[in-house]
């Protein structure tokens, strides 16, 4: 029992000095503290939830994007998979990509569509210049027009309806 809790303290000793030396340190601590309210939360999916965790402790960038999609993954039961792949592609990503925030919107607000959102939001952080950013917006704009839903309120509404 006592190599068991050394092991833990040892754990959270090495999170927090990861934590302290971090360059967002703030912005961590606010993305985890959401995360873990989720998770606290959630009546499913508490796995992927914790991944979307190690997604935020993993990550540079878009960390308000990998908690939303972390929210998303226990407020639509069915659907985790779009939301799982967007949180990743927001981890890997090299710098800020405030495109995935609509990329994720669109996700749910659409549930058919999963491959092509995929295809956008991998193409979101890739996006250059004005001519590559107005090509990205008509594809995206083309997809929210076949949107099931109105607004991304309607489509939790409609999850808490089933």
Not at 1 to 8: A, D, E, G, R, T
Not at 36 to 54: D, R, W
Not at 116 to 143: F, K, N
Request: hydrophobic share 50%; net charge negative.
């Amino acid at each position: 029992m006592k190599k068991y809790l050394l092991v833990v303290f040892c754990c959270l000793g090495g999170l927090l000095v990861f934590f302290l030396v971090s360059p967002n340190f703030e912005a961590k601590r606010d993305a985890l503290g959401s995360v873990g309210s989720t998770l606290v939360n959630a009546k499913y999916h508490q796995a992927v939830i914790i991944e979307g965790g190690g997604r935020v402790l993993e990550a540079r960038y878009n960390l308000k994007t990998i908690a939303r999609a972390t929210e998303y993954m226990a407020t639509f039961g069915s659907g985790t998979l779009v939301f799982r792949e967007i949180a990743r592609i927001a981890s890997e990503a090299e710098a800020e990509c405030p495109l995935l925030e609509s990329v994720l919107d669109l996700a749910a607000r659409s549930t058919s569509e999963a491959s092509r959102i995929l295809v956008l939001a991998e193409s979101a952080c890739l996006v250059g210049g004005t001519s590559g950013e107005a090509a990205w917006l008509s594809a995206y704009e083309a997809m929210l027009e076949k949107a099931e839903y109105p607004s991304v309120a309607a489509a939790i509404a409609a999850q808490a309806d089933d």
